[in-house]
T-cell receptor
Framework: DAGITQSPRHKVTETGTPVTLRCHQTENHRYMYWYRQDPGHGLRLIHYSYGVKDTDKGEVSDGYSVSRSKTEDFLLTLESATSSQTSVYFC?????????????FGPGTRLTVL | EDQVTQSPEALRLQEGESSSLNCSYTVSGLRGLFWYRQDPGKGPEFLFTLYSAGEEKEKERLKATLTKKESFLHITAPKPEDSATYLCAVRSNTGNQFYFGTGTSLTVIP
């Protein structure tokens, strides 16, 4: 299994509070991604990073920010959580060996915003 | 706009009953088409990458094929342990984003 972990695995929070999710990898891969998965929508890209301090927006980036200060860590922040951000969040990584095509996913974080 | 549609949404098979899952896609220049397997409560697990029409990949009871408009995941003589949701995704050659379909939930009955 690819060395990728997410924390926390479960979180319940209230509307308006800030939330930070962490993704940690031990593979030294350059690319890291944050997705959300909702019934009827499949996996949707929130933000991705192509190197330390290099990030870009995905198709559902509104209300989310990211930071990557080290190769191994990619943080996703909800500045002021809303109920529409209740979802399962997955982090993924990809490496040069596959041309950054093969993504390896973490175990996910289930976030509930009340 | 890049788009992926998977069908059927759900499929129930008897053990040993072969079938196919469909992934139709529109993309502005295909860089790759990907199949993943996802078990309940877990992250997707990579299965295959297909790059060009006519390409095929196999792994155990699974075989993925690709045309210019769709991909099929053929499951031969499935077993209960093949039960999972199968996801299809595409990546265009104009960006770094992956677009996923909503998946096919496969149940194989003993």
């Amino acid at each position: 299994d690819a060395g990728i972990t997410q924390s926390p695995r479960h979180k319940v929070t209230e509307t308006g509070t800030p939330v930070t999710l962490r993704c940690h990898q031990t593979e030294n891969h350059r690319y890291m991604y944050w997705y959300r998965q909702d019934p009827g929508h499949g996996l949707r890209l929130i933000h991705y990073s192509y190197g330390v301090k290099d990030t870009d927006k995905g198709e559902v980036s509104d209300g989310y920010s990211v930071s990557r200060s080290k190769t191994e860590d990619f943080l996703l922040t909800l500045e002021s959580a809303t109920s529409s951000q209740t979802s399962v969040y997955f982090c993924a990584i990809s490496g040069m060996a596959s041309g950054h095509n093969e993504q390896f996913f973490g175990p996910g974080t289930r976030l509930t915003v009340l | 706009e890049d788009q992926v549609t998977q069908s059927p949404e759900a499929l129930r098979l008897q053990e040993g009953e072969s079938s196919s899952l469909n992934c139709s896609y529109t993309v502005s220049g295909l860089r790759g088409l990907f199949w993943y397997r996802q078990d309940p409560g877990k992250g997707p697990e990579f299965l295959f990458t297909l790059y060009s029409a006519g390409e095929e990949k196999e792994k155990e009871r699974l075989k993925a094929t690709l045309t210019k408009k769709e991909s099929f995941l053929h499951i031969t003589a499935p077993k209960p342990e093949d039960s999972a949701t199968y996801l299809c995704a595409v990546r265009s050659n104009t960006g770094n984003q992956f677009y996923f379909g909503t998946g096919t939930s496969l149940t194989v009955i003993p």
